[in-house]
């Protein structure tokens, strides 16, 4: 039997899409997976996930700026299913009895057991910001007749950005001691001028993104 190993990595215009959407996946994922950690940046407590989740707003640009809205909302939209299926397994993995040789079930069980609340304060975070996201960045492309992507990108970012912090923070915190409406407001602001600004020094990759999914045969 013969064995063939496929090297050619040239990738037609599909192809190079369905590698961006795996790894638009792969970034909601991790950001669930890693974000329960807080550090310290600047005197800004904020998530880890500022690693992987500002990626999630560079591949949605870049969509959107080579096949338009339909496609961009599509990727939000299987993120969207693909959060709720992890969350449903991971429902299901903690429910399961641990063998009495698995010595970690307390350590596991602390740290994939997030709220209810909280996971459906992300999911509704994250529907919003992105879709909105798709609508500010389609109209300020078109708008500059495609000539200032900086700009669409940048203004998509802050809006979704907002959106998402806020809605995440007051859904996921409002009601709970020591978690007043002011004192959310005022963690969730440095909050997100820190991702805005993350964002705006991703800038670059939009348009690599975007020249690479061009590029496709």
């Known amino acids: ?3 063939n190993l496929d090297l ?6 599909q192809q190079r899409l369905d590698y961006l959407l795996a790894f638009f996946v792969t970034c909601l994922m991790a950001s669930n997976f890693i974000g329960m950690k807080v550090a310290l940046v600047y005197g800004i407590s904020i998530s880890v996930a500022i690693i992987t989740y500002p ?28 959060l709720i299926v992890a969350g449903i397994f991971t429902i299901i993995s903690l429910a399961v009895p641990a063998a009495p040789r698995f010595a970690y079930e307390a350590q596991y069980q602390a740290l994939f057991a997030i709220s209810l609340r909280m996971l459906v304060a992300g999911l509704i975070a994250y529907y919003i910001a992105h879709t909105l ?7 300020a492309f078109e708008y500059f007749k495609k000539k200032k992507l900086w700009f669409a990108a940048n203004a998509s970012n802050i809006a979704g950005e907002f959106l998402d912090t806020m809605i995440f923070m007051y859904l996921a915190f409002l009601g709970v001691p020591g ?3 002011d004192f959310i407001f005022a963690i969730a602001v440095p909050w997100w001028i820190f991702k805005s ?6 800038t ?12 496709g045969n």
């Open 1 to 3: 039997m013969a064995f």
């Open 8 to 13: 050619n990595f040239k990738l037609d215009k």
């Open 55 to 82: 990626f999630s707003f560079v591949i949605i640009d870049a969509v959107t700026a080579v096949y338009g809205k339909k496609t961009a909302q599509h990727f939000v939209n299987v993120g969207m299913v693909m």
């Open 133 to 139: 996201g798709i609508s500010v960045f389609r109209g």
């Open 179 to 181: 978690f007043p409406a």
């Open 197 to 202: 600004i993350f964002n705006a020094l991703s």
């Open 204 to 215: 670059p990759l939009v348009y690599w993104a975007k020249n690479w999914l061009e590029a």
